[in-house]
């Protein structure tokens, strides 16, 4: 996602809704987790579309705080925590298994918009980036960590090729607080004139806030938490907004449908491997032209969908 606010004044404008409903094929009745709440775009529709209840997880304490009057449905139950851990939050509360889980990974506009978060380098704030609202913050990372460790983060996370000249500025430029200031040494370090197509700072407050908040851990922890927690016949939707994270879900689900190349160097036979676990993996969609016209923001997003079969999980729950 990028640091644009919505410009029609919605709170976040969902991407690929129509598309997420209709991939969850929701029959009346229906329970479904919406695993990242955000503004409840989903969830609302999803209720609209005839669900009985949806489970709506936010890790964000201010998600789950604004939640009712966003959604104000007595069909709605919230849970603060990790969409990693909701088959645990699922049994505590005797809902499994479900018929749905849908996943829309990233932040959203609420986090961006709000500068004291610290997710966007327009609106200047303190260093924060942390979704759950504990652990390390952005200014104790780029404080603290050297040299090395910030130069992988950039590369990894924000596929950065200059991440090295990056952390050697910020490393230079030790201490930082301020967003707006962390956006100036990156720029000055790559340089930056009026009219580039992107700002060079947004790979590196990508790649920091992934870091921080553990994004591509959980997103991998969650498609296997999804797995142990829908019913046979039940349906996965998860949109992503780049590669790094589109790319865990491509191979989870082409692992789980048994599609990963047969007697590959990595991987034995598939024919030896536990029985798939996902089938009806479709391919990716993107946003059409009238979403992309509406919310240019959409542009990176990608949906992809597959039903559960009824072969068991194939590993067993992980402490977190
Ligand atoms: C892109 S927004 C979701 C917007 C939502 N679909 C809507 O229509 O309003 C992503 C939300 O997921 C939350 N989130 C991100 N990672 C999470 C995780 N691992 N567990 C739970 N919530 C998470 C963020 O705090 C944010 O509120």
Known sequence: ?????????????????????????????????????????????????????VIGFDRDPDAIANGPSLVPDSRLT????????????LRERDLLPVDGVTLDIGVSSMQLDQAERGFAFSNDGPLDMRMSQSGQTAAEFVNEADEAEIARVIREYGEEPRARKVAQAIVAARP??????LAAVVRKALGHHAGMKSDPATRTFQAIRIHLNAEL????????????????????????????????????????????????????????GPAPSFTSVAKPLSPSDRELARNPRARSARLRTAVRTDAPAWDQERAA
């Open 1 to 53: 996602m990028t640091q644009q606010s919505p410009s029609n004044g919605e709170v976040h404008v969902p991407v690929l809704l129509e598309e997420v409903v209709a991939g969850l094929a929701i029959t009346q009745g229906d329970t479904i987790v919406d695993g990242t709440f955000g503004a409840g775009g989903y969830a609302r529709a999803l209720l609209g579309a005839g669900a009985g209840r």
């Open 176 to 181: 930082l607080s301020r967003t707006a200031e």
């Open 217 to 272: 851990d959980e997103l991998e922890a969650g498609l296997r938490a999804a797995e142990r927690s829908l019913r046979a016949g039940g349906r996965l939707a998860v949109v992503t907004f780049h590669s790094l994270e589109d790319r865990i879900v491509k191979r989870f689900l082409r692992e789980r449908s048994g599609a990963t190349p047969a007697g590959s160097r990595h991987r034995p036979m598939a024919a030896s």
């Open 78 to 89: 919230l849970i603060e925590e990790r969409f990693s851990q909701m088959e645990q939050a």
